[in-house]
């Protein structure tokens, strides 16, 4: 079976929602015969490259909301991380623009490193405090780290056509599957799920989606409602 994840890794529910979806996995009794591919989802495309912002800034001018509210709002999702077990930097983290890191999970990919690289890009960009948006040598850094080679990571990162193709067809296919946010779940084009749900809810999907080739049907909790996500507007900002 093939779970495939649409995310950004400037999306805070996606870096919870993968936590989430990954213990339910670890809990479901096929798990070995499970494949799961990560797509791409550009929360900002428009944004250029040199385009760099402090959070706190970014969420009170899209949200205008006052810094002490979207500071709350930080808080707020450092504790949803806190409870799987994630690191969270509530200040000083940067917004940019995250389709190089697309492009450079497309070829970790190939590689077979994906899981890995997008593991430490969301570590990077929401515990560490150097920035990933600002310098293509920490990208080829965390390349390196995830078991890549540095000379094919750097020229990747070099030719802006490597691997924009793959990234946009994700995002085209995002746009067909409905997908109005992310993380975005869709287990063997029979099931999706949408936000960061649960650990109960993916694990009833798994369930479903093993014993059940249908058409893309939605899973979601017990009210019935989306669970927090990111789209084009924004990131829902959980209240305390």
């Known amino acids: 079976m093939r779970v495939e994840i649409w995310s950004d890794i400037a ?3 996606c870096y919870v929602g993968k936590a989430r979806f990954e213990k339910a996995l670890a809990a479901f009794p096929h798990r070995d015969e499970v494949e799961v591919v990560h797509r791409s989802f550009e929360l900002d495309p428009g944004r250029a490259k040199d385009d760099i912002e402090p959070v706190l800034t970014m969420l009170t001018r899209k949200y205008g909301m006052s810094e002490e509210q979207a500071q709350a709002g930080e808080e707020n999702l450092a504790a949803q991380a806190a409870a799987e077990g994630l690191p969270y930097r509530t200040r000083d983290r940067d917004h940019g623009n995250t389709f190089d890191m697309h492009r450079l999970l497309h070829h970790a990919r190939e590689q077979g490193r994906q899981s890995e690289l997008l593991d430490l890009l969301y570590r990077a960009n929401f515990a560490e405090e150097r920035s990933v948006f600002d310098d293509d040598e920490r990208l080829v850094g965390l390349a390196v780290d995830a078991g890549l080679d540095a000379d094919a990571a750097r020229k ?3 030719d802006p056509e490597a691997y924009a193709a793959e990234v946009r067809e994700d995002e085209r296919e995002a746009a067909q599957l409905g997908a109005r946010g992310v993380p975005f779940f869709v287990l063997d084009r029979s099931y999706g799920v949408s936000g960061a749900q649960p650990v109960e809810v993916f694990g009833r999907a798994l369930t479903q989606a093993w014993g059940d080739r249908t058409p893309l049907r939605s899973v979601v909790g017990d009210d019935d409602a989306d669970a927090a ?9 959980p209240q305390g």
């Open 11 to 13: 999306c805070p529910w």
């Open 156 to 158: 990747v990162l070099a």
């Open 229 to 237: 996500a990111c789209g084009p507007d924004g990131c829902e900002i």
